[in-house]
């Protein structure tokens, strides 16, 4: 795999994780997926070095979004996260100000703008 072009995603509504994993793959981005903050946090742990970019639901049972991106960070400091969730884009910077977030997506989505913006993400200096 290609770090530049693997994406983690990370969202416990198994829908909307499948639905993304295909839209990403369909644009020719290497997926890697988790159900939960926990096992978002053992993928990264194994593959991190390999990943260009984590798309995080904000709401997820066991660890929420909050305390995944916290301990993505002490993994990898540099780690590039897109906060992805239906709460509105004021919750978001509430709760993530001034942490490094690189991208915000607001659920529901359309396939334009989730290309848009991983790739965005993936592909920046």
Known sequence: MSGARVVLV??????IRTLTEKALRHFGIQVLAAADGEEAVRVYS?????????????????????????????????ARVVLMTGYPMSEAEARFGGRGLAAFLQKPFELAELRRVVEGVLFVA
């Not at 990370?10 to 829908?15: A, G, L, R, S």
């Open 10 to 15: 990370v969202d416990d509504e198994e829908m």
């Open 46 to 78: 194994d593959h991190g070095a390999t990943i260009g970019c984590v798309l995080l639901d904000l709401s997820m049972p066991r660890l929420d979004g909050e305390q995944t991106f916290s301990r993505l960070r002490q993994l990898d400091p540099a």
